[in-house]
């Protein structure tokens, strides 16, 4: 009874703090494109700074009509949604976020992690499919090729840093860096740029938002969606921004380890740090093209991520 | 060899436009927006913009200068202008309209009634917020005419005139960043 | 389907929508039953689409991402221009104009003006030369700016589409003070221009080309034509050759782009451009990164022309004495500008009437729109969108 009522507590903790940061993230996002571009972006719904833009829209989302395409799949369009959100849920229980604070300290933390959100692909895939529409099929398919092949370097970017610190946990991994006070980036720096790069591809945002192309394929797989089905891709879509970032800095930017500042404000403070970072990328970089998306990752990230892994076991076997 | 080159010059440059191009962007992100917030704020007319004309009024006699001689009518490309001259009790002909129409639908603002006009009764308003849901309340009838040119800031442009621009719209500036 | 069937299939699944257009049918239909045979996927690109620049249809049938067939349709945006000025004087037709490439409102009044001149004879006062020199030039500017940030927008990078905006809004701000109005002129009439301008004009004309030299053109280049990702999506891409941009009647930018240094201005000189220094941007791959580079380069051109102008600018009126009623001479009248987009043509007929007989309009996007096929040869969707970015294509043009 008690562990049952203590799941509950982390699931609604998650589910609250997957709502906020939605909320948050999304205000952001449009705040700081607006200025990149010399714009105020949103101002008068209210709130400084118009911070209550997130709550008008979600509730104007809540409010619309709940809308099945003619010809749709009924089942896995209504259920693509939930699909790719349970992943953008499951994520949260293995984060460090302090060092103490975690929901639950699996040791194949790491496992976890990646299996959880190729997950993420299924939901995509599913709404693609389901809508009966063409654009959210190629968008489908889009999303498809490039999540499985992001997949790769993603998982081989993150071996470098498990090799070096022997287990999987990533409580573990960010208390090897608290211990030697040097965070993974220095020694793994090509191990971090390809876990970027690869992260950003896996997040759908440009330079490599091909799967949700506004000016190629409209909106890609969500074409079809709108109301409350929307909202929760633009939820799981802004989750797993973070959730992404944050895995980042647990592998390769130490974590809660900071001075001063307790362990989960350091957290918080660099998670948003790369995905401010990947914000500004965004608003910056025009998109590739799917034939460059694959060479990229196939023939360039791969690779180098292959290297990368041989280089840290061969240094670490001379050591 | 060549390739290699080729492969070296093709990263060099991806790691230098991306620093280069996210270096203006973050720049531009600390200067101040260009946004005009526009019901609150309202962008500087210039002088001389144009948009619907209207019907000037002399300030001696409260009267339209409009003599209903039928110039502006006739140079009107899409005809959107429509005048009844009067017709007295004495059943001879007024120099004065009995009706005077603009269709603001129809209106392309091409400012050629203006310039037609030999007795100084058009001129040029520079009210923009006319828009409306009925297509009948852009048909302006003589005493609206009347009353925007008296709540608006008109122009009259002859052709070939120069426009006195003063020198308080020279600094609401072109370079705004 | 092989490759080669699929790069022949393009002119033959355009003559079969043609067909089905001739027999009434929706091409669409046609090319989806055919698509059908084949395992393919056709989709309809607009009109209702983000990136069709105003209400363009592409039908496309696609193999996956790889496009097979292209068939453009046109038609949405038709408000019956040459109909509809048979029966307009010719100084209405001036304004009217400027609703055909609403991007380049001065270069179709001036192609308008410089028909109904010849026509009746009417002399210019050089200032009104020059003026509209100058004014085309800034007009040409402001559209370059323009396709610079949609063509951004269709390569997938936002910002620099709203930088775009921010210097055209100068731009027309300009264009506001001189013209009265901001997009849709109205400024040029026959015999000269509307108003003359004060100094305090051209003291800001020159502050804002000062700051298109120096801080916003360096920024475009920057920020995306000299951008690594940016080059990958345009080199190669959508690749003319010199006689296929020749043979389907290619002008301006898109034909310079090939090598083709054709340009109106130097070809044919109207106006006053012989009296001008300029050089004229070519390309020499034909691609959609040489079309863009071209109008990156004019924009730099164009400031140099407008320099020019203001040196040597007389002193005079604006606009020459005209008859209120012109009397045309009967006959056929061709007159023809380089607008931003291409060769604007105006083919006048009158019978000595105070209305035209019949006047056409030669469109540049109109034969630029055709070239989409072409361009798009064994191309992806993403290619196809930046294809149809480069043309820069202004359907108001295109439909009129």
Known sequence: MNILLYALLKAVIVVAFLGLNAFVLIWAERKISGYIQRRYGPLRVGGPAGALQSAADILKLLTKEDFVPGGADKWLWTLAPAVSLIPAVLVYLVLPIGKTVVLQNLNIGLVFFASVTSFTLLGIFMAGWGSNNKYSLVGAMRAGAQLFSYEIPLILSTIGVVIATGTLTLQGIVEAQAQHHEWFVFPQFVGFVVFYVASLAELNRTPFDLAEAESELIAGYFTEYSGIRWAMFAIAEYSNLFTTSALGVTLFLGGWHGPWLPGWMWFLLKSYLLVFIGIWIRWTLPRVRIDQLMDLGWKFLFPLSVANVLGTALYLMVR | ?177 | MTADQRTAGTSGATLAAADAVDRGDDPARAMAEDAAEHHLMTINMGPQHPSTHGVLRLIVTLDGEAIVKVVPDIGFLHRNFEKIVESWSFAGIVPFSDRNDYLGAITNEVAVCLAVERMAEIEVPPRAIHLRVLFSELQRIISHILFYGTFGLDLGAFSPFMYAFRDREMGYALMEKATGARMLYGYNRLGGLRNDLPDSWFRELERFLDYMERQAWPEYMALLIENQIYRERTIGVGRLTPEEAIAWGASGPILRATGVAWDLRRAAPYLSYDQFEFDVPTGKNGDTYDSAMVRMLEIKESIRIIRQVLRILPDGPVLGRVRPNIRPRPGDYYSRVESPRGEVGVHLTTDGGSWPYRLKWRAPSFCHLQLIPLMARGAKVADLIAAVGSTDVIMGEVDR
């Open chain 2, 1 to 177: 060899m060549r390739a290699a080159v080729a492969l070296w010059e093709r990263l060099w440059n991806t790691g230098k436009s991306m620093v280069v191009g996210h270096g203006i962007t973050i720049r531009e992100m600390f200067h101040k927006p260009v946004t005009v917030r526009y019901p609150e704020e309202k962008p500087p007319f210039e002088r001389g913009s144009r948009s619907v004309p209207v019907l000037k009024v002399n300030e001696e006699s409260g009267l339209l200068n409009c003599v209903s001689c039928g110039l502006c009518e006739r140079s009107c490309p899409p005809s959107c202008i429509e005048i009844v001259q009067a017709i007295g009790a004495d059943g001879h002909r007024k120099p004065w309209p009995e009706t005077f129409q603009l269709d603001l639908s129809h209106c392309m603002v091409c400012n050629l009634c203006v310039e037609a006009c030999p007795f100084d009764a058009l001129e040029m308003a520079d009210v923009v917020e006319l828009s409306s849901y009925q297509v009948q309340d852009l048909i302006f009838n003589k005493e609206q005419l009347a009353e925007l040119w008296k709540t608006s800031r008109a122009l009259r442009v002859a052709g070939g005139e120069c426009i006195d621009m003063g020198d308080d719209t020279v600094a609401a500036g072109v370079v705004r960043s």
